[in-house]
């Protein structure tokens, strides 16, 4: 039994060691620095990078408290299956093994089971200690007072704030010193409603035995009703009533004596109105409140005077609500509503804002023109406490701060409502640029999660004053359709090197249906307008876009060359007749369905194996492995640490002639091999091979049907050779290569390439950087020029009738070989298409592709038929065959693989 570890999305370990990959300790101690905890509690071991190799390959700490290891930010992290066995937290061993099973196979104190490097084992004379990786500097003599240190200069005033209030702002209370108070008996009379003292308590007392008498009447009722009801019942006596009629008497006399209290109360109140033509601010303070939200909550006795109101704007007991005794105002209250506005504005005039904000808030009701009074007034402060306690209106709350210089309390407020780029403006202000650079990045991370590149790139060059990350952004916006001809028009605007810009956007950042859209951000350029030399560059540029769209059947950018050429008044009657001509742009069709992997690996190589997709990715240093089925199943692997550059791995795979997928390069640390199996997503296994070896000069490599073997073509020397190895790296046959009967020089081929090779027909088929080569297993070679530099090729499944595809830089070429020789199978076709990308389906069907578009041909007919299109959402980076009818798919650059479904017809 073999034991392997299968790599799982989720950590199914607790954390209780770490790997620090590297051979440098002054790295290792650098991460240990960075996870803050004490180095006496870790345990130290030095990872070779193998069997063969005692050179380290990193650094294997192991955490004697595992409560040390939670919350840390640990990058390689290992879990323990059992005591002094350890394995990565996103792993599992296969096939499962007991606990007891691992400590019997158990030979060290400490055992850890690398992916890449295999089972490594520790004992306790194998522990290192952390001091010992410390190289301690030699010590110099000299005088200890030859290096004084010197006193650090005083820290640069930033900003200078005020200290905020121990206790928030009542903006009423801040208003209570402005009125005086005064008793209620010492509001001017008339002389006739002068009264002493004594009348007074009197009157009072006798208001209060009305209520009491009407109370009294109104329970002898009740008890009289009950009595009636119980013995007027059927069988009992009749119970009658002392002689009846006086407790009614009783509640009449008493309900004419609060009439009185009305008209009391009517007196009152023309009092009152009176007395704001007397003396404003006395009214004031005897003023009922017309309106409030928080009025009338109970009621309180009746009562013919008026009570005394303090002008105090107080908030503490504003929206509490209390027991009121309410009066039926009448006509008096469109009087009194017209005596409160005026004299609000008679505040407003003399400069007493804060009166005129109690008259509206407490009298009228109306705090939003309160908060506005005070605003306008200048009191800041307590118009933000309105809006904020009161209004629940935190924006205008932080607006008033703000305009207030209030700046410490206002950011708060704008935080929470998400105004991040107004808090930074404000720590701006402050002089506190650390924390505004942290709000402004914030913004900007927020705008591009929301794909607003226009206000992410105006954040970066206005507020975090980086240009170049701006105009990126920019350049994101017009790359990913959000605003883009804005966004690109914007990047321009933001360049000195115009001319240089244009063409780098044109040649790198310029996809087929984005062209028509670049013209018109060109056209509307005023640097264009007016620069003869960039409208020249403009107006090349044009032609060479109208000349690719009109090659399939598109006007778009034809129409726009009138603009370029305004003074040309014959050319816009020349392109109408042209787009009314029988030019019809062919369909276009759009995915059907998506695999989606993982975005943050590059996914370099990526190969079709029958039901499934195989691939290569690498994220930093990790690379992986996916399987993937056609209905988005999906499985990843942790491979290995890359030891090398990756641009040295080489993958080879042919699912139609052998079950096996080979990586391979100096790249790979360690050579395995290991059973991709089939299961319930995927319908057939294949073998999964790394090689750290090749042939320093090799140009391909190829497999036949036995998976244990790999044929090699690369030079030896001065001569090209084709040999065949077995997967361990054994030559088992060696060949020289012939052309035409005699040993071919690696001088007499120099335009040979790094090139795929395909066992087809009893030959392996590869490509030049000009021609199309076949030879068969012993060496003996045959080429067929093709005199255009050769981009890219396909060849059709050995069950079909055997022909080639070649992507050139001027068309694509057919080819059909024979036994005896190959040959063309007609002229170029697709010229001018900017193809690189070329796929062979069944049924006489092949796509071309180029970064940015994808075109579908019929080649069953002696010409090449253009069927349809493919506008993908992103550039493309591979064509890949999909393992049903009428059907290919795209690797787009955002990691999506997009399938599509030919026409039919």
Same mark, same amino acid.
């Given at each position: 039994?073999?034991?392997?570890?299968?790599?799982?999305? #989720?950590?199914?370990?607790? +954390?209780?060691?770490?790997?620090?990959?590297?051979?440098?300790?002054?790295?290792?101690?650098?991460?240990?620095?960075?996870?803050? &905890?004490?180095?006496?509690?870790?345990?130290?071991?030095?990872?070779?990078?193998?069997?063969?190799?005692?050179?380290?390959?990193?650094?294997?700490?192991?955490?004697?408290?595992?409560?040390?290891?939670?919350?840390?930010?640990?990058?390689?992290?290992?879990?323990?299956?059992?005591?002094?066995?350890?394995?990565?937290?996103?792993?599992?061993?296969?096939?499962?093994?007991?606990?007891?099973?691992?400590?019997?196979?158990?030979?060290?104190?400490?055992?850890?089971?690398?992916?890449?490097?295999?089972?490594?084992?520790?004992?306790?004379?194998?522990?290192?200690?952390?001091?010992?990786?410390?190289?301690?500097?030699?010590?110099?003599?000299?005088?200890?007072?030859?290096?004084?240190?010197?006193?650090?200069?005083?820290?640069?005033?930033?900003?200078?704030?005020?200290?905020?209030?121990?206790?928030?702002?009542?903006?009423?209370?801040?208003?209570?010193?402005?009125?005086?108070?005064?008793?209620?008996?010492?509001?001017?009379?008339?002389?006739?409603?002068?009264?002493?003292?004594?009348?007074? &308590?009197?009157?009072?007392?006798?208001?209060?035995?009305?209520?009491?008498?009407?109370?009294?009447?109104?329970?002898?009722?009740?008890?009289?009703?009950?009595?009636?009801?119980?013995?007027?019942?059927?069988?009992?006596?009749?119970?009658?009533?002392?002689?009846?009629?006086?407790?009614?008497?009783?509640?009449?006399?008493?309900?004419?004596?609060?009439?009185?209290?009305?008209?009391?109360?009517?007196? !009152?109140?023309?009092?009152?109105?009176?007395?704001?033509?007397?003396?404003?601010?006395?009214?004031?303070?005897?003023?009922?409140?017309?309106?409030?939200?928080?009025?009338?909550?109970?009621?309180?006795?009746?009562?013919?005077?008026?009570?005394?109101?303090?002008?105090?704007?107080?908030?503490?007991?504003?929206?509490?609500?209390?027991?009121?005794?309410?009066?039926?105002?009448?006509?008096?209250?469109?009087?009194?509503?017209?005596?409160?506005?005026?004299?609000?504005?008679?505040?407003?005039?003399?400069?007493?804002?804060?009166?005129?904000?109690?008259?509206?808030?407490?009298?009228?009701?109306?705090?939003?023109?309160?908060?506005?009074?005070?605003?306008?007034?200048?009191?800041?402060? !307590?118009?933000?406490?309105?809006? #904020?306690?009161?209004?629940? %209106?935190?924006?205008?709350?932080?607006?008033?701060?703000?305009?207030?210089?209030?700046?410490?309390?206002?950011?708060?407020?704008?935080?929470?409502?998400?105004?991040?780029?107004?808090?930074?403006?404000?720590?701006?202000?402050?002089? @506190?640029?650390?924390?505004?650079?942290?709000?402004?990045? =914030?913004?900007?991370?927020?705008?591009?999660?929301?794909?607003?590149?226009?206000?992410?790139?105006?954040?970066?060059?206005?507020?975090?004053?980086?240009?170049?990350?701006?105009?990126?952004?920019?350049?994101?916006?017009?790359?990913?359709?959000?605003?883009?001809?804005?966004?690109?028009? *914007?990047?321009?605007?933001?360049?000195?090197?115009?001319?240089?810009?244009?063409?780098?956007?044109?040649?790198?950042?310029? +996809?087929?249906?984005?062209?028509?859209?670049?013209?018109?951000?060109?056209?509307?350029?005023?640097?264009?307008?007016?620069?003869?030399?960039?409208?020249?560059?403009?107006?090349?540029?044009?032609? $060479?876009?109208?000349?690719?769209?009109?090659?399939?059947?598109?006007?778009?950018?034809?129409?726009?060359?009138?603009?370029?050429?305004?003074?040309?008044?014959?050319?816009?009657?020349?392109?109408?007749?042209?787009?009314?001509?029988?030019?019809?742009?062919?369909?276009?069709?759009?995915?059907?369905?998506?695999?989606?992997?993982?975005? =943050?690996? @590059?996914?370099?190589? &990526?190969?079709?194996?029958?039901?499934?997709?195989?691939?290569?990715?690498?994220?930093?240093?990790?690379?992986?492995?996916?399987?993937?089925?056609?209905?988005? *199943?999906?499985?990843?692997?942790?491979?290995?640490?890359?030891?090398?550059?990756?641009?040295?791995?080489?993958?080879?795979?042919?699912?139609?002639?052998?079950? +096996?997928?080979?990586?391979?390069?100096?790249?790979?640390?360690?050579?395995? %091999?290991?059973?991709?199996?089939?299961?319930?997503?995927? $319908?057939?296994?294949?073998?999964?091979?790394?090689?750290?070896?090749?042939?320093?000069?090799?140009?391909?490599?190829?497999?036949?049907?036995?998976?244990?073997?790999?044929?090699?073509?690369?030079?030896?020397?001065?001569?090209?050779?084709?040999?065949?190895?077995?997967?361990?790296?054994?030559?088992?046959?060696?060949?020289?290569?012939?052309?035409?009967?005699?040993?071919?020089? &690696?001088?007499?081929?120099?335009?040979?390439?790094?090139?795929?090779?395909?066992?087809?027909?009893?030959?392996?088929?590869?490509?030049?950087?000009?021609?199309?080569?076949?030879?068969?297993?012993?060496?003996?070679?045959?080429?067929?020029?093709?005199?255009?530099?050769?981009?890219?090729?396909?060849?059709?499944?050995?069950?079909?009738?055997?022909?080639?595809?070649?992507?050139?830089?001027?068309?694509?070429?057919?080819?059909?070989?024979?036994? *005896?020789?190959?040959?063309?199978?007609?002229?170029?076709?697709?010229?001018?298409?900017?193809?690189?990308?070329?796929?062979?389906?069944?049924?006489?069907?092949?796509?071309?592709?180029?970064? $940015?578009?994808?075109?579908?041909?019929?080649?069953?007919?002696?010409?090449?038929?253009?069927?349809?299109?493919?506008?993908?959402?992103?550039?493309?980076?591979?064509?890949?065959?999909?393992?049903?009818?009428?059907?290919?798919?795209?690797? $787009?650059?955002?990691?999506? +693989?997009?399938?599509?479904?030919?026409?039919?017809?």
């Amino acid at each position: 039994m073999v034991l392997e570890l299968k790599y799982s999305e #989720k950590a199914l370990w607790p +954390v209780a060691a770490a790997v620090i990959p590297g051979g440098d300790p002054e790295l290792w101690l650098a991460e240990i620095g960075c996870w803050g &905890i004490a180095p006496n509690t870790l345990r130290c071991f030095i990872m070779p990078q193998g069997i063969r190799s005692t050179k380290a390959a990193g650094l294997f700490v192991l955490f004697q408290d595992s409560k040390n290891a939670a919350g840390l930010s640990v990058r390689y992290p290992y879990g323990q299956v059992t005591d002094g066995f350890f394995i990565p937290v996103n792993s599992f061993l296969f096939p499962e093994a007991l606990p007891e099973e691992i400590r019997s196979l158990k030979l060290w104190d400490v055992q850890v089971f690398h992916p890449a490097i295999g089972l490594v084992g520790f004992d306790k004379k194998d522990e290192i200690q952390l001091a010992d990786l410390l190289d301690i500097p030699e010590e110099k003599d000299g005088g200890w007072l030859t290096e004084l240190p010197q006193a650090k200069p005083y820290p640069a005033l930033m900003s200078i704030s005020l200290e905020p209030e121990a206790q928030p702002l009542d903006a009423m209370d801040a208003l209570s010193a402005l009125i005086d108070k005064q008793e209620l008996s010492d509001i001017p009379q008339d002389e006739a409603d002068k009264k002493t003292v004594l009348q007074k &308590i009197l009157k009072g007392l006798g208001i209060i035995g009305l209520w009491i008498l009407l109370l009294f009447a109104l329970i002898g009722k009740v008890i009289f009703a009950i009595l009636r009801a119980f013995f007027g019942r059927p069988g009992r006596a009749v119970y009658r009533s002392p002689k009846a009629g006086w407790l009614q008497q009783l509640e009449n006399w008493v309900g004419n004596r609060l009439k009185d209290i009305e008209k009391q109360r009517d007196s !009152e109140l023309n009092r009152l109105v009176k007395l704001f033509d007397k003396n404003n601010d006395e009214a004031l303070m005897y003023a009922i409140p017309l309106n409030s939200p928080y009025l009338n909550r109970g009621t309180a006795p009746k009562t013919g005077k008026l009570s005394r109101r303090s002008l105090n704007l107080n908030l503490r007991g504003f929206g509490s609500g209390r027991a009121a005794d309410a009066w039926e105002l009448g006509e008096y209250r469109n009087t009194l509503r017209q005596q409160y506005i005026r004299s609000a504005n008679l505040n407003i005039e003399k400069g007493d804002y804060k009166k005129a904000a109690y008259i509206y808030a407490h009298l009228l009701g109306d705090l939003h023109t309160a908060a506005k009074v005070l605003q306008d007034g200048r009191h800041y402060r !307590e118009a933000a406490a309105i809006y #904020k306690d009161h209004l629940n %209106n935190r924006a205008k709350a932080a607006e008033c701060l703000e305009n207030g210089g209030l700046l410490g309390d206002a950011i708060p407020i704008y935080v929470e409502l998400g105004s991040y780029e107004k808090a930074g403006d404000l720590h701006t202000q402050l002089g @506190q640029d650390g924390q505004a650079r942290k709000y402004y990045q =914030d913004t900007v991370d927020r705008s591009l999660s929301s794909k607003d590149y226009l206000n992410a790139s105006r954040l970066k060059i206005e507020k975090l004053h980086d240009t170049e990350a701006g105009r990126k952004v920019l350049l994101d916006g017009w790359k990913y359709d959000n605003q883009p001809e804005v966004c690109l028009k *914007k990047y321009f605007e933001t360049t000195a090197e115009l001319d240089a810009e244009i063409k780098a956007v044109y040649k790198d950042h310029l +996809v087929m249906r984005k062209k028509t859209a670049f013209l018109n951000v060109l056209v509307e350029l005023p640097e264009v307008r007016n620069d003869g030399h960039l409208q020249e560059t403009a107006l090349g540029i044009a032609y $060479e876009i109208v000349h690719q769209q009109a090659s399939r059947g598109d006007h778009s950018g034809m129409r726009l060359l009138t603009r370029f050429l305004p003074e040309d008044r014959l050319l816009g009657q020349d392109s109408n007749r042209y787009i009314l001509q029988n030019h019809r742009k062919p369909a276009t069709i759009a995915a059907t369905s998506h695999i989606e992997l993982r975005p =943050d690996i @590059q996914w370099n190589w &990526i190969v079709n194996y029958h039901d499934q997709l195989l691939g290569i990715g690498i994220k930093q240093q990790e690379v992986f492995l996916v399987r993937a089925n056609w209905d988005g *199943k999906i499985a990843y692997e942790f491979l290995f640490l890359l030891a090398a550059d990756p641009r040295t791995l080489r993958l080879v795979a042919d699912g139609f002639v052998c079950p +096996v997928l080979i990586l391979a390069g100096k790249a790979v640390p360690l050579q395995t %091999n290991k059973k991709l199996e089939s299961y319930s997503y995927f $319908e057939r296994e294949a073998t999964f091979y790394q090689l750290n070896w090749l042939p320093p000069q090799a140009l391909a490599m190829g497999l036949k049907a036995n998976p244990g073997e790999l044929f090699v073509f690369h030079s030896n020397g001065d001569h090209l050779c084709l040999d065949r190895f077995s997967i361990e790296g054994d030559i088992l046959e060696g060949n020289y290569c012939l052309l035409n009967g005699e040993q071919v020089s &690696i001088y007499e081929m120099a335009n040979l390439r790094a090139s795929e090779m395909f066992w087809r027909k009893e030959h392996f088929y590869l490509t030049g950087q000009e021609c199309l080569i076949r030879m068969d297993e012993n060496g003996a070679i045959e080429i067929l020029p093709l005199n255009a530099q050769v981009l890219d090729f396909s060849i059709s499944s050995p069950h079909a009738a055997l022909k080639i595809a070649v992507i050139t830089d001027k068309g694509c070429l057919l080819i059909m070989p024979a036994v *005896k020789e190959m040959h063309l199978a007609g002229n170029f076709f697709a010229a001018g298409s900017g193809a690189c990308f070329v796929q062979l389906l069944p049924d006489n069907k092949l796509i071309l592709a180029s970064c $940015e578009m994808a075109w579908a041909y019929d080649i069953s007919g002696p010409e090449p038929k253009l069927i349809c299109e493919v506008e993908p959402g992103e550039r493309i980076y591979k064509i890949l065959t999909v393992p049903k009818r009428h059907h290919f798919a795209l690797l $787009e650059e955002d990691n999506r +693989v997009s399938v599509h479904q030919l026409p039919e017809n």
